[in-house]
């Protein structure tokens, strides 16, 4: 990814272009140019293929794309997720098993990356770290999502990383749950009804008000775009936020956690 970054950066200096005045004609956000060229983001296929004529690339691009090592891309269905996530104007997440990625801290989400079976090596560890940490933007935005999290208080505990990286961790939940249109609650331990058992999922509202579901599973997720299966998990995750803690209630068990330092 950094080297065809590298390649779309000589391509566009070769053509005279700014990445301002390249992201114009590509029509997309200067950051999305300077996030390919430093390989933090991928270049799919309908961006190359736009590039190739407008620096005249000649088929460098889409060579370099066809031929990319396999550890490099992201899969498909985690490309669209993430363009989708940049773009929405409402998200809503539901997770049990590890803290959301655009919630957690680099070093927590490095441990998390370390507990993957087979190991990663570090290098991929490293590059998934930082895609991570670049959906974050979303949440600081000058006009952020409406953000809904309801997370499980088992992994709200797990010290993943060692006690440094979880108290690191629980004081950025403790942030992120003040910042303007996030909501934060915590699913409590005991209860005796829990409309989430079947597993995490999000679910998101882009510009033009198409409703989505984002299913994570061990080996492979899935984007769903049926209504009626959409409209089904947000029935789970509305009856989710009635049973657990409410924001203030979440915002106070964060702040005795915190006190156990």
Do not use: C
């Not at 985690?78 to 104007?89: F, K, N, S, V």
């Not at 984002?214 to 899935?222: F, H, I, K």
């Amino acid at each position: 990814m950094k080297m065809l970054g590298a390649q779309v950066g000589a391509l566009r200096r070769a053509a005279g272009l700014t990445q301002r005045q390249l992201a114009g004609r590509l029509v997309v956000d200067e950051e999305t140019v300077a996030s390919i060229e430093q390989g933090r983001r991928p270049l799919k296929e309908d961006l190359a293929a736009a590039l190739e004529e407008i620096v005249n690339a000649r088929g460098v691009l889409t060579a370099g794309l066809e031929n990319m090592p396999e550890v490099d891309l992201f899969p498909r269905w985690a490309e669209e997720y993430m363009d989708l996530e940049r773009e929405a104007i409402a998200l809503s997440w539901y997770d049990n098993q590890v803290l959301p990625g655009v919630l957690q801290t680099d070093p927590y989400a490095r441990a998390v990356f370390s507990n993957e079976v087979p190991t990663l090596h570090e290098d991929d560890i490293a590059l998934r770290v930082a895609a991570r940490m670049e959906r974050q933007e979303i949440l600081h935005r000058k006009a952020p999502p409406t953000a809904s999290f309801v997370i499980s208080e088992v992994t709200v505990r797990d010290r993943l990383g060692g006690d440094e990286v979880y108290f690191g961790q629980l004081r950025h939940l403790r942030e992120a749950a003040d910042l303007p249109g996030v909501t934060l609650q915590i699913m409590p331990i005991g209860r005796d009804v829990h409309a989430g058992l079947s597993g995490p999922f999000t679910l998101l509202e882009t510009p033009d008000h198409q409703r989505i579901a984002y299913v994570e599973a061990q080996r492979g997720s899935q984007l769903v775009a049926d209504p009626d299966e959409v409209s089904l998990l947000e029935r789970k995750y509305a009856m989710l936020r009635t049973q657990a803690l409410n924001a203030q209630e979440s915002k106070g068990l964060l702040d005795r956690l915190l006190g156990e330092q």
